[in-house]
């Protein structure tokens, strides 16, 4: 019985392994595709600056503005950026790709 056991994983191991999917919409944040991921000059604008900024360089991608202490999601999105601001509503922290 253990011989079967043994024989039916090498035989599942010696399968030829099956290139992973590619994620259809996939532009933003590339590995060497050239596109910023991040924009550290901007902390310490204004959020609607900051937004302007970031939009003017990537036409069509989602640009979140968000408050202090606000909760966020973890999911990374290739075409999102969010904006940390704090009570002045000036960037907080560098805005980023995710």
């Given at each position: ?86 009570s002045?509503?000036k ?8």
């Open positions: 019985m253990a011989e079967e056991d043994s024989k039916q994983n090498a035989i599942s191991n010696d399968q030829p392994q099956q290139p992973l999917p590619t994620l259809p919409g996939y532009r933003y944040g590339g590995g060497g595709s050239g596109e910023r991921k991040t924009w550290p000059e901007l902390v310490g604008l204004t959020s609607e600056e900051a937004e302007r900024r970031i939009k003017e360089e990537m036409p069509g991608v989602n640009v979140h503005v968000i408050p202090p202490d606000y909760f966020v999601t973890m999911d990374f999105r290739t075409d999102r950026v969010r904006i940390f601001t704090d002045s509503g960037v907080s922290r560098a805005p980023m790709i995710g």
